[in-house]
């Protein structure tokens, strides 16, 4: 019964807002010009609203991978985000340098600084916190872990890493793709930076 008194008021209010919207041309006002003219609809320009998943709604199989997803990405994104501002910072300051051998040097340098920083966390990651760390710099910087070590470290070098990543299960090439495949990544992701988990 609900159903059908939406479709009749659809169909008799929707010519008159389709009237209401105006031609080509002219100005759309806004809520602070209402007042100066008679004839008027409101326009507000809302921003997106992201809807998130809820757990109960998920089979038990899911509730679980997804609740072990929400533990892993809460220890790998924090690294994530400090790699993607690192790296923009690095990438600025290899830019600068005129000379081949100085941007070795350079390079050189942060990779020690970087296996002194993170050599023991990263050598106490499970294979699975591994590959999301992967997709989680492709998130945050744009470019996959292959692009990166082939920008910095020439194109062998990422042969290499992208050989001893196979062999571990991973794929430096790998993409990440909110949309589809890492769907449960991109939910926790989100919350996590509007604090909501």
């Not at 100066?36 to 809807?51: G, V």
Request: hydrophobic letters at 45%.
């Amino acid at each position: 019964m609900v159903f059908k008194y939406c479709i009749v008021f659809m169909f008799l209010v929707a010519p008159f807002l389709l009237a209401a919207q105006s031609p080509a041309g002219k100005q759309v006002l806004d809520a602070t010009q209402v007042a100066a003219t008679k004839d008027t609809s409101l326009h507000f320009d809302l921003n997106p609203i992201d809807i998130y998943p809820d757990k109960k709604d998920l089979s038990p199989k899911k509730q679980r991978e997804y609740s072990l997803l929400e533990l892993k990405i809460r220890k790998v994104y924090p690294m994530a985000k400090v790699a993607a501002v690192r790296l923009a910072e690095y990438n600025r300051i290899y830019t600068s340098f005129r000379t081949d051998r100085e941007r070795k040097n350079y390079v050189k340098g942060v990779e020690k600084q970087l296996f002194a920083e993170f050599e023991d966390t990263i050598k106490t990651m499970k294979v699975s916190e591994g590959r999301i760390l992967i997709k989680l710099l492709d998130r945050q910087t744009g470019n996959t872990s292959y692009e990166i070590i082939k920008e910095f470290k020439g194109g062998f070098s990422a042969f290499f890493w992208q050989s001893i990543a196979k062999l571990f299960g991973h794929d430096l090439k790998a993409q990440y793709d909110p949309n589809a495949q890492d769907w449960m990544i991109e939910a926790i992701v989100m919350q996590m930076d509007l604090g909501l988990i």
